[in-house]
């Protein structure tokens, strides 16, 4: 079984930046995409971006094309999120989790077997 553990979240005002980090453990992730989804108070998870198992390819929701950015390094077990020109709608927990299925890329949430424990980000005015 494997373990993810975010970190990065915060506080930033609107405009600003914030990279989200997360780090597997319990075995290697490179062989199965990556996702990050996030969660805002009173409403479901949502897709947020994916990244192939080798980061040649990746997905992104719509709201966050042009300013988020996911990529992976594989040796060191991790994927990233940097978050750019972040919108006071951005304000939710963030999970990251793996897929469970090799090598195919994924937007769907119910194709993710692994998930983190969520880093909290707040964007104020």
């Known amino acids: 079984q494997v373990q993810l553990v975010e970190s990065g979240g915060g506080l930033v005002q609107a405009g600003g930046s914030l990279r989200l980090s997360c780090a597997a453990s319990?075995?290697?992730?490179?062989?199965?995409?990556m996702g990050w989804f996030r969660q805002a108070p009173g409403k479901e998870r949502d897709f947020v971006a994916s990244i192939s198992y080798n980061g040649d390819s990746t997905r992104y929701a719509d709201s966050v094309k042009g300013r988020f950015t996911i990529s992976r390094d594989n040796a060191k077990n991790t994927v990233y999120l940097q978050m750019n020109s972040l919108k006071l709608e951005d304000t939710a927990v963030y999970y990251c989790a793996v897929s469970s299925y090799l090598y195919a890329i994924t937007v769907n949430p119910r194709n993710f077997g692994s998930w983190g424990q969520g880093t909290q980000v707040t964007v104020s005015s």
């Open positions: 319990g075995r290697a992730t490179s062989s199965y995409a």
